[in-house]
């Protein structure tokens, strides 16, 4: 069974910076995009940035110069580096991972982590 398991989220004032982390476990073959996603009360999810498998990144408009997102291949791990948040940056954030299992690519979520931004 594969798992995504956030870790990082946190309570931190305006302008503070956090580093989420996100680690791939189970039995697969291959991890492909990986991303994060933020879902804030009566909001609908939202993309905050993806990571190819080749290190090509994409970001949201309004997290582009703030956030970076990276990954570690060997250990299966996505990270999004988030400085100078802000209080619309509140909200739970999920990783997301195209992943193969035997012959099968699927997305998967992780569970979410809080990020709470306070002016």
């Known amino acids: 069974q594969v798992q995504l398991v956030e870790s990082g989220g946190d309570s931190v004032q305006a302008g503070g910076s956090l580093r989420l982390s996100c680690a791939a476990s189970g039995r697969f073959s291959s991890i492909y995009g990986m991303g994060w996603y933020r879902q804030a009360p009566g909001k609908q999810r939202e993309l905050v940035a993806t990571i190819t498998s080749g290190g090509i990144t994409n970001y949201a408009d309004n997290v582009k110069g703030r956030f970076t997102i990276s990954r570690d291949n060997a250990k299966n791990t996505t990270y999004l580096q988030m400085s100078n948040l802000k209080p619309e940056d509140t909200a739970l954030y999920y990783c997301?991972?195209?992943?193969?299992?035997?012959?099968?690519?699927?997305?998967?979520w992780g569970q979410g982590t809080q990020v709470t931004v306070s002016s």
């Open positions: 997301n991972a195209e992943i193969t299992v035997r012959r099968y690519r699927a997305d998967y």
